[in-house]
């Protein structure tokens, strides 16, 4: 027992000791832990995505599943493949909605701006007279836009750098640079979310025996619920996110259609692609509305911010609250709140996961308090 002792108070004095030098020296702590992060990111960010990705997946899985038990026992295929083919048909579905989104948003943008050239050439005159109001020469500015075909080679080269091109130069290239590590990263995060989700039962086995081997079989049960519990609510709330993403979508569209809007079916669609990110996505899908609108009808573009955002208030007061919220099992105030603060704390990426979060930790707290009022009661300090 006095060993045990010794041991506890030389783990308790170790781990004060590192807690002190972790403090005194925290921006070192905190150099560190960017470093590791930094190198390790694209496992990180692709086991973000297999989390995610293995609701749908598994919600695949269990409907091929249902097909293939009415198939002979010797001929339906192993597990191993139907996973496969689960993970497929996901990427091929989610691939078709961003093509669709794709092939909807680029053909209007381009009839837009046609059909604002005219516009703008008509309004020119007014353009012109509303900036030299505000103290801008506008000869000198259209002198530059529109050089003269005698200016000579020099002069251009020395206006380029009169503004700037140098630090123009550089700013293109850091921006194409963090362009090419954010894509490199979201690819290798990617393939490693597929490997991942290929061979999740063997990870799981793996994992498992190596809590069975090294974790107390209570703490190791624990984490177990722990996870699962998480697995779950996430499950649930994605559920409930394409629900409220489709009522959202619905709804625009149909305010849209009522009050005469250009691109209803479009800006309809967007909004519900958008729609995934709680509270904020609604509100780009309203400015990217707002952008089309005005650029097809100018005069239409408050109306159309009116009506969205009427809309959205209606969804985001009413609905979103009680349809996520009830999926996971908490009220319409604890999912405004979880969204307020995940998005304070963590910006988008808190938004979207802080609400099943959200929902763990208060499942957890239940539990925990109704198995403490249970051995209240059996020991007589309190009465049912």
């Given amino acids: 027992m006095s060993d045990e002792k010794s041991r506890r108070a030389a783990s308790l004095i170790a781990f004060g000791v590192c807690l002190y030098a972790a403090v005194m020296h925290l921006d ?51 597990q191993g493949l139907v996973t496969t083919g689960s993970i497929v048909l996901v990427l091929i579905a989610i691939t078709g909605v961003a093509v669709v989104a794709v092939t909807m948003l680029v053909p209007e943008l381009i009839a837009s701006a046609r059909s604002v050239a005219p516009l ?15 103290g801008v020469e506008v000869d000198k500015l259209m002198a530059w836009l529109q050089p003269s075909a005698t200016a000579s080679r020099s002069e251009g080269l020395q206006g380029l750098m009169n503004f700037g091109l140098g630090s123009i130069a550089t700013s293109v290239f850091a921006a194409a640079r963090s362009t090419v590590s954010v894509v490199s990263s979201t690819v290798f995060a990617f393939v490693i979310a597929v490997y991942v989700l290929a061979s999740k039962r063997v990870l799981g086995r793996q994992v498992d025996r190596v809590m069975d081997a090294h974790l107390d ?25 394409c629900l409220e993403a489709c009522i959202l979508g619905t709804l625009i569209f149909i305010a849209f259609s009522l009050f005469r809007l250009p691109y209803a079916g479009l800006i309809g669609f967007l909004t519900a692609v958008f729609a995934f990110v709680p509270y904020v996505g609604a509100f780009a899908s309203c400015a990217i509305g707002a952008f089309l609108t005005l650029l097809a009808s100018p005069g239409q ?18 609905i979103y609250p009680h349809v996520v919220g009830s999926s996971v099992g908490l009220s319409a105030l604890w999912t405004l709140i979880a ?14 996961f802080f609400i ?6 208060y499942e957890l707290a239940r539990q925990w308090t109704d198995a403490r009022l249970a051995e209240r009661v059996a020991v007589g300090e309190l009465s049912e």
């Fill in 28 to 78: 070192v702590v905190i150099g560190a832990l960017s470093a590791v992060i930094d190198i390790f990111f694209p496992v990180l960010l692709g086991l973000g995505f297999a989390f995610v990705l293995n609701v749908p997946v598994s919600g695949m899985e269990r409907l091929i599943g249902r097909l293939v038990e009415r198939l002979p026992e010797d001929r339906r295929p192993q």
């Fill in 301 to 318: 573009a408050i109306i159309c911010v009116i009506v969205y955002l009427a809309v959205q208030f209606v969804e985001n007061q009413f």
């Fill in 217 to 241: 079989p209570r703490h190791a049960a624990r984490i177990r619920h722990v996870a699962a519990l998480a697995t779950d609510m996430y499950s649930k709330f994605l559920s409930g996110q």
């Fill in 356 to 361: 099943p979060i959200v929902a763990v930790l």
């Fill in 120 to 134: 703008l050439a008509e309004r020119l005159p007014d353009i012109e007279r509303a900036l030299a109001a505000e």
């Fill in 339 to 352: 969204a307020l603060v995940g998005g304070k704390l963590f910006g988008i990426v808190g938004i979207v």
